[in-house]
């Protein structure tokens, strides 16, 4: 197979669009940097959703677009997996799978964010609920995004060495193995409104959000020598 | 010459003088998990500065016994892995097995005393929710728990492969010493818990 070289090369760059464009939406215009608290009340939380109505609707609509960018990076997560087990096994479609539901958890989070900030003057616990909705889907929607990294630490620690077909250096294994590990206690988000595991907790927000962003930001630099030995080895057959 | 001297060549003297256990990268995965639990830790010391009346209340409510116990049982767990990576260094494959047998059984135990003290806790009513002492208590203990077993899942895979390979230098030990490592890594953390939480 002679694979596209120009979209393989935007699906190594594209993680880095995803945070971009996501992070314009979470950090930039919506301010969740910390998140708004868990224990906030429905007036309060109401109360920022009508003072910044047109910004976090923008946010929101930068988060749900930034659903796209994780297109390309899927399908060179995707290709990548079937190079190193030498086919489409079970690894590139379990990969496919959670690339997927990584997407739809992308996109529903920016919605919930949307129906909390579409109308202003609605009732407060209908805001806060959707509110509670997309936080606690995204800072805990970790069955459906954690395999990505479950089964990169796989491919590149268990499978390359079986299969002999080197694409990744085995720290970056470790490192996604150590991001599963990370991210274990996030769901203990849907548990508590307060204290360290909570959604803006130094366990349930800190850590994984300095793990997801330094994982995707530093993604370029291990994806694309990984295109170029698929590239040179397409040049080779 | 005296008994202690040997004609043999130390296996020691012979290997790379800089060599890391297992390999340098999973040293990543080793050091990065130590910093999430250091996180814990600290934590932990700020809820406890925050309300240490509540912190020493609950504290009272542990049974210390079983923390002590459990931190018998992982030591001697660890020194069993020891024995494991001993015995595969001389080639005794019997040996490795049954130490590794032991300490897989002794984190079997561990995970049993655990779920006899939080049984216990349940049945008196106090649950994750009785206050920051207990949902820091329940999730540092219980994510833990967690590395229990992966840890014994490791050590499983790795008695089950302790056959397989060539033997004598050639033998393939990166497996064998990242789970070796990893046991302690779990023990380590679990001494750091058990001084923070039972013995404040």
Not at chain 1, 85 to 105: C, D, F, P, S
Not at chain 2, 113 to 135: M, N, Q, S, T, W
Not at chain 2, 192 to 198: A, D, N, R
Request: charged share 15%; net charge neutral.
């Amino acid at each position: 197979m002679v694979h596209d070289k120009f979209l393989m090369r935007l699906g190594a760059w594209s993680g880095f669009a995803y945070i971009a464009m996501f992070g314009l939406g979470w950090l930039v215009l919506a301010h969740f940097m910390p998140p708004i608290a868990p224990s906030a009340s429905a007036a309060a939380v109401a109360a920022r959703y009508t003072e910044h109505h047109w910004a976090l609707m923008v946010a929101a609509v930068a988060m749900m677009v930034s659903t796209v960018m994780l297109l390309p990076l899927g399908a060179l997560l995707m290709q990548l997996t079937a190079k190193i087990e030498r086919g489409v096994g079970a690894l590139t479609l379990m990969m496919g799978l959670t690339v997927a539901t990584t997407m739809v958890l992308t996109f529903y989070t920016g919605l919930s964010f949307d129906v909390a900030a579409f109308r202003t003057g609605r009732s407060a616990e209908i805001v806060q609920a959707f509110d509670d909705a997309a936080f606690l889907q995204f800072m805990g929607g970790t069955p459906m995004f954690l395999a990505i990294w479950g089964l990169l630490g796989y491919a590149i620690l268990v499978t390359q060495p079986r299969t002999g077909i080197q694409l990744f250096p085995r720290w970056v294994g470790y490192v996604s193995v150590l991001v599963v590990v990370g991210f274990l206690p996030e769901v203990l988000v849907f548990l508590f409104q307060t204290g360290p595991f909570a959604w803006n907790g130094a366990v349930g927000f800190w850590i994984p959000a300095v793990l997801l962003i330094g994982y995707l930001a530093a993604s370029p630099f291990v994806l694309a020598p990984a295109v170029a030995r698929v590239l040179a080895d397409d040049d080779r057959a | 010459m005296s008994s202690l001297t040997t004609t043999e060549p130390d296996p020691v003297a012979e290997r790379p003088a800089r060599r890391v256990p297992a390999e340098p990268e999973f040293w990543i995965l080793v050091l990065g998990d130590l910093a999430l639990f250091t996180v814990f830790f600290f934590v932990w010391t700020t809820g406890e500065r925050a309300d240490p009346a509540h912190f020493a209340d609950g504290r009272a409510t542990l049974a210390r016994g079983i923390g002590i116990a459990n931190t018998l049982v992982l030591l001697a767990g660890s020194a069993a892995v020891v024995r494991a990576i001993a015995a595969l260094r001389r080639d005794d494959e019997r040996a490795a097995r049954a130490a590794y047998g032991l300490a897989i059984l002794g984190g079997a135990v561990f995970l049993v005393l655990k779920a006899v003290e939080y049984a216990g806790h349940l049945r008196h009513g106090v649950d994750a929710l009785a206050g920051p002492f207990y949902i820091d208590y329940f999730v540092f203990t219980g994510v833990h728990a967690l590395h229990v077993v992966l840890g014994m899942v490791l050590l499983g895979v790795a008695r089950a492969r302790v056959g397989r390979g060539p033997a004598g230098a050639a033998r393939p030990m990166v497996l064998q010493e990242a789970a070796a490592t990893y046991w302690h890594v779990i023990d380590i953390v679990w001494i750091v818990l058990f001084t923070l939480i039972y013995l404040g």
